[in-house]
Structure formats: C-alpha cells, structure tokens
C-alpha cells in the first residue's frame, strides 16, 4: 500500500483505504494479477524503497512454457524462503541430510563450475553440500549432473556415485527406470525426487517398481519458489501457507 506504486494506484482505484486492510476479505476487490500485467508494470511493481533490515538480493523467473518468462525481483528474505522451505520438504520427505545426494537435471539449474560457468556435458560437478541446505546445516556431500547428457551417461554416473538420494524431471526419471542398472546401485537408494514435469499414476508405478523406494514430488512456482509438497501418505499436498496462498480460480475469473 505504501511502497509499491502498482498497488497504491490500484487501492486508489477500487477505493480501499488503509483502514479497510483490517479485514482481509477486503482483497476480494482487488483483481487478479496476471502475468502479463506483471510484464506490463515491471517497473510500477517495485518497491519504492525496502524495509530497514532487507536488502535487494537479485531476480527469478518463470519457465516460460506458458508463454513468456516473468521476471521476479526479490529481497534477501523473499529469495531466502526457498531454502527454508526446502529444508522442511526434505524433513517431511524423512530424508537424512548426512547421506548423499545426485540431481540430474537442466544445466541452468545446477550450480556452477568453479569459474562460473555451466556445467558441460560428459561432467558431473561434486559439491561440498547439498543444494539450498548447504547454508542451513552440516550435510553430506552431493553431485550435479546435466540432464542433457547421453541417458546411458547417466547410468553410468549413477553406478559411479551410487547416492542416496536422487532428484531429476519426472519424464527423465521414468526413462532412467527403463535402463539397466545394477542391483548393488538400486540398494544404495533411499529415495528418490521427481521435479518439474507431470508424473502420471503409471510413471510413478514404473520408477518405484525399479528404484524400489518412496517417490517424492513437489509443486512450485520458480517466480516464488515451493508452493506445496506431496504427502508420502497419498496425493495430496501441504501447503506452504506461510509462503503463499492457494486459490482454485475458476474459468469466469472468481
């Protein structure tokens, strides 16, 4: 209301007052705010200044397979939810953080080389911690591998590695399934992590038939990071409640 001048205008135009905040069904008025506004007024969304204690901590964006990436811009605290968030996930997951981890996904998403670059293909990069709770707690050690390495690499690095835990996109993960890997590497894992992509009831049937172990899945937005994970007693998922608010919205926009 105060500091972004998008929504100063916009309370201004459906006349709310600050008093009328007092009530939160009093957002019911205000419409909702699509991504192309937010393209739209990029600038009008950003604050005019940051609260004492917050500090400007750079930008997410959205995939873009529904259209065009959305830029979001984030303080060190709306960034550093993730992580947070990340750490409970794993928590409900009951996943060990001392074990170890390999996530085989898009090279945009890994972490960088040493020099800051991608990580190139027929490379797997070893961390000194696990990604996002690394900063948060003491952690086993884990790999970054691309996803757009040959699938039989990926076999391949996954017998080298032998981890724990294993997180990649659900599609690349049913076709890893479909591979030939070892009984010894099989019973080296504890879990394993579906990402990104759609995972149907037979997806989900195949790759724990073959990894023999819990498949986990989450839902989230890369603007604003984990919205909800699964819940490993069937399927539906906790919220996030803290972090968002989740709304069905029906066709005729209600």
Same mark, same amino acid.
């Given at each position: 209301?105060?500091?972004? #001048?998008?929504?100063?205008?916009?309370? &201004?135009?459906?006349?709310?007052?600050?008093?009328?905040?007092?009530?939160?069904?009093?957002?019911?008025?205000?419409?909702?705010?699509?991504?192309?506004?937010?393209?739209?007024?990029?600038?009008?969304?950003?604050?005019?200044?940051?609260?004492?204690?917050?500090?400007?901590?750079?930008?997410?964006?959205?995939?873009?397979?529904?259209?065009?990436?959305?830029? @979001?811009?984030?303080?060190?605290?709306?960034?550093?939810?993730?992580?947070?968030?990340?750490?409970?996930?794993?928590?409900?997951?009951?996943?060990?953080?001392?074990?170890?981890?390999?996530?085989?996904?898009?090279?945009?998403?890994? #972490?960088?080389?040493?020099?800051?670059?991608?990580? #190139?293909?027929?490379?797997?990069?070893?961390?000194?911690?696990?990604?996002?709770?690394?900063?948060?707690?003491?952690?086993?050690?884990?790999?970054?591998?691309?996803?757009?390495?040959? @699938?039989?690499?990926?076999?391949?690095?996954?017998?080298?590695?032998?981890?724990?835990?294993?997180?990649?996109?659900?599609?690349?993960?049913?076709?890893?399934?479909? &591979?030939?890997?070892?009984?010894?590497?099989? *019973?080296?894992?504890?879990?394993?992590?579906?990402?990104? &992509?759609?995972?149907?009831?037979?997806?989900?049937?195949?790759?724990?038939?073959?990894?023999?172990?819990?498949?986990?899945?989450?839902?989230?937005?890369?603007? +604003?990071?984990?919205?909800?994970?699964?819940?490993?007693?069937?399927?539906?998922?906790?919220?996030?409640?803290?972090?968002?608010?989740?709304? +069905?919205?029906? *066709? *005729?926009?209600?």
């Amino acid at each position: 209301y105060d500091v972004v #001048p998008y929504y100063r205008q916009l309370f &201004q135009d459906q006349k709310i007052s600050r008093r009328h905040l007092r009530d939160s069904t009093i957002l019911n008025e205000i419409p909702i705010l699509e991504k192309g506004e937010v393209e739209k007024h990029a600038q009008k969304l950003q604050t005019d200044h940051l609260w004492p204690g917050h500090k400007q901590a750079g930008t997410t964006q959205s995939s873009g397979t529904t259209g065009q990436p959305t830029v @979001v811009q984030h303080s060190d605290f709306s960034l550093g939810m993730f992580r947070w968030l990340k750490q409970r996930e794993l928590r409900w997951y009951r996943y060990d953080p001392l074990a170890a981890m390999l996530s085989i996904r898009p090279k945009i998403e890994l #972490p960088r080389m040493p020099d800051g670059s991608l990580i #190139p293909d027929g490379t797997y990069l070893k961390l000194a911690a696990w990604p996002y709770l690394g900063g948060l707690f003491e952690t086993g050690p884990a790999w970054a591998f691309n996803n757009t390495n040959p @699938v039989r690499e990926q076999v391949q690095t996954l017998e080298k590695i032998k981890p724990n835990y294993l997180l990649m996109q659900s599609s690349c993960l049913e076709y890893l399934s479909m &591979q030939e890997i070892s009984a010894e590497t099989v *019973d080296s894992l504890v879990g394993v992590h579906a990402i990104s &992509q759609t995972l149907t009831p037979a997806m989900r049937e195949q790759i724990e038939k073959i990894f023999r172990v819990p498949l986990h899945q989450n839902y989230g937005l890369n603007e +604003i990071g984990l919205v909800a994970s699964r819940c490993e007693e069937g399927g539906r998922y906790h919220v996030h409640s803290e972090q968002c608010l989740v709304e +069905i919205v029906r *066709d *005729d926009g209600t």
